[in-house]
């Protein structure tokens, strides 16, 4: 679906970006486990009490992912949020997934050994489930023209292309 500009003057709010985000879990140490060990993020402050932690992502004060303990429910949502990261990790993160046992996946969901290129931004990502199924996508904007007909294509497809 394209989104198409209305005539209502935006807001001058000056925003920069998401500073923070929460998911919901199941487990809070389980999800602890994957965003520290396996993804590296660091703990900013744990709320026992509340079965929630909130995470540093990148810097301190610089980004903020909470984990809010939900339970055993019957059902739950599942997510999708993105962290960006380096050109250069990306186009190796398929085996440094892989050494922390997670299936790296590309757009479609679908297991993969490269990352993929979104041709409408264009921006190169690859994806993982966390232990809740959410969809957790790590991102690099390209320098490049985009090329919306391509769709999504596999990094190797995208820099063999000749651009228009």
């Known amino acids: 679906m394209e989104t198409t500009q209305t005539d209502v003057a935006p807001l001058n709010l000056d925003l920069r970006g998401i500073y923070e985000t ?6 809070l140490e389980v999800s602890l486990n994957f965003y520290q060990q396996k993804l590296g993020l660091r703990l900013a402050r744990m709320l026992s009490e509340r079965r929630a932690a909130f995470l540093w992502v990148g810097a301190p004060q610089s980004g903020m992912l909470g984990l809010w303990e939900s339970g055993s429910a019957p059902l739950g949502l599942r997510l999708h949020m993105a962290f960006r990261s380096s050109l ?10 892989r050494t922390q046992d997670i299936t790296p996946l590309d757009f479609d969901g679908v297991s993969t050994d490269e990352p993929v290129v979104i041709g409408w931004m264009p921006a190169v990502s690859i994806y993982v489930k966390d232990p809740d199924g959410h969809s957790i ?9 985009p090329a919306p007909d ?15």
């Open 150 to 164: 391509l769709g999504v294509v596999p990094l190797s497809i995208w820099t063999k292309r000749k651009p228009v």
């Open 88 to 97: 250069q990790k990306i186009e190796t993160m398929c085996q440094t997934l």
């Open 137 to 145: 996508e790590f991102i690099n904007y390209l320098d490049e023209a």
């Open 22 to 27: 929460h998911l919901t879990v199941r487990n």
